[in-house]
């Protein structure tokens, strides 16, 4: 599918989708798992994935490792051998500072295998599975990667057909807003459902949300952590730079910022911007200096180019609130559907 074919917003996803433009390499991610850079062109999880019958979606995608690839060669320490011997890792599909994703087939099902890339890397896994525990332990999980408990130290997840931006570029232009009415709610709803048990996710935006037949769900949780600090908020070993993130809240850009279900508002509505437009909201800015001073204005709606219905412009405005008092909470979000 092109962008000039016509899809009408339905649950069913195109063949191929068209290539990731380059404005999306603005828009860094800071969370520790990212690894998206225009001089590496390395993939995070949410960038680059294959549909179930191994047709690939990003050209990226083209090294195929086979099924007799080592495990322990991979110096992540092996899985128990009943485990090592239903894992069969067949394609790399992603890529990030931490690991590597694997198109795989385990236990006669085709998955993502979410692998280390080194011992040092192991922790991050360790502790996105325990984030994913929790929230299929405590909540309703429609919008939620699901994963597969394995005693090994590979995250293993639903594979899905594509992420939310290559799924809305392939949305003719016309259909957008109608898409942005379907499946606006089921963004929304994921958010509320961590928001209800005081879970802040702190990475949200258009990469880190998956379709996966049909239904969107959210995904990568390496910098969740909780309110009340059961699953306390991951240390960085690294320094962020800045005002990369083009999704990421003004009260964020301090050093000393820290994430807030507030904030987690703020990129929502980010998100369901991109969703309505297909446009980076700072694409017209020179630099990234530049970029950071429109993030500080706190109205990411003067610098779209785009034109939005009444009703679309008015749920993005009101996430993208600067003053805190006045963004609301997932929760009323949710209810205006």
């Given amino acids: 599918m092109t962008p000039e074919t016509k899809m009408k917003p339905a649950t069913h996803l195109p063949r191929s989708l068209p290539q990731t433009p380059n404005w999306l390499d603005t828009s860094i991610s800071t969370a520790p798992s990212s690894a998206l850079s225009q001089s590496t062109r390395l993939w995070d999880f949410g960038d680059s994935l294959l549909s179930d019958d191994g047709e690939s979606i990003a050209s ?25 011997e239903k894992l069969d890792l067949m394609q790399e599909i992603a890529q990030g500072s931490h690991a590597t994703v694997y198109r ?9 295998a979410k692998v280390a890339s080194s011992r040092a890397t192991i922790e991050y896994l360790r502790r996105e599975k325990q984030v994913l525990e929790c929230l299929h332990e405590r909540l309703s999980v429609k919008h939620i990667i699901n994963y597969y408990p394995s005693s090994s130290p590979i995250l293993l997840m639903e594979l899905a057909d594509c992420d939310l931006m290559q799924y809305i570029y392939g949305v003719d232009p016309r259909d957008r807003h109608d898409v942005w009415r379907q499946h606006s709610p089921s963004i929304v709803s994921a958010i509320e459902s961590i928001h209800s048990i005081g879970m802040i996710h702190g990475d949200i935006k258009p990469r880190n949300i998956l379709m996966v037949r049909g239904v969107l769900k959210l995904c990568d949780f390496e910098t969740a952590f909780t309110l009340d600090n059961a699953l306390p908020r991951p240390l960085e070993k690294t320094s962020d730079v800045v005002g990369t993130n083009a999704f990421q809240a003004p009260e964020l850009l301090s050093p000393l910022s820290v994430p807030t279900l507030a904030s987690d508002v703020w990129a929502l509505g980010m998100t369901l911007l991109v969703l309505a437009t297909a446009e980076e909201p700072y694409s017209r800015a020179r630099s990234n200096v530049e970029r950071i001073m429109q993030i500080q204005r ?11 219905p009444p009703d679309i412009e008015s749920f993005v405005r009101i996430c993208c609130t600067r003053d805190l008092s006045k963004r609301p909470t997932a929760a009323k979000l949710a209810a205006k559907f």
């Fill in 60 to 84: 990226s995608c083209d090294d195929v490792l086979g099924p007799e690839l080592d495990i322990e060669a991979l110096d992540i320490g092996s899985p128990v051998k009943h485990d090592r």
């Fill in 104 to 112: 795989a087939r385990y236990r006669g099902m085709t998955v993502a």
């Fill in 298 to 308: 706190g109205d990411p709606l003067r610098f779209i180019e785009a034109t939005l």
